[in-house]
């Protein structure tokens, strides 16, 4: 069973870090582009970030470009969402997202992607 699993949120002061992780399973994810994305309370789910099966490509929401950095580890079968200079708007769940063979060209679609996680708070105080 494919399952992609959350970890890392919690509650930050403006200006600090956190560091997401995506732990996936069921099976190997070195031919998946992997995205993160966040939905605030009563708002539509955002793109955050993207990269590639290999790491060689990645994109950003223009919200997050300069402070966000995601990043792989294929050994490991894990994703990582590095965030620095926190703001409260950055106040959401947080989603990882895998789809097998997708051409990072679409990373910022939610329907393209087939497997989702569960979500890790991330609350950001001012």
């Known amino acids: 069973q494919v399952q992609l699993v959350e970890s890392g949120g919690g509650l930050v002061q403006a200006g600090g870090s956190l560091r997401l992780f995506c732990a996936a399973s069921g099976r190997t994810f070195d031919s998946d582009t992997m995205g993160w994305f966040r939905q605030a309370q009563g708002k539509e789910r955002e793109f955050v970030a993207g990269i590639s099966w290999n790491g060689g490509s990645t994109h950003y929401g223009d919200s997050v470009k300069g402070r966000f950095t995601i990043s792989r580890d294929n050994a490991k079968n894990t994703a990582y969402l590095q965030m620095n200079s926190l703001k409260p708007e950055d106040t959401s769940v947080y989603y990882c997202?895998?789809?097998?063979?997708?051409?990072?060209?679409?990373?910022?679609?939610?329907?393209?992607?087939?497997?989702w996680g569960q979500g890790t708070q991330v609350t950001v105080s001012s």
């Open positions: 997202a895998a789809s097998r063979y997708l051409n990072t060209y679409y990373a910022r679609a939610p329907s393209k992607y087939d497997y």
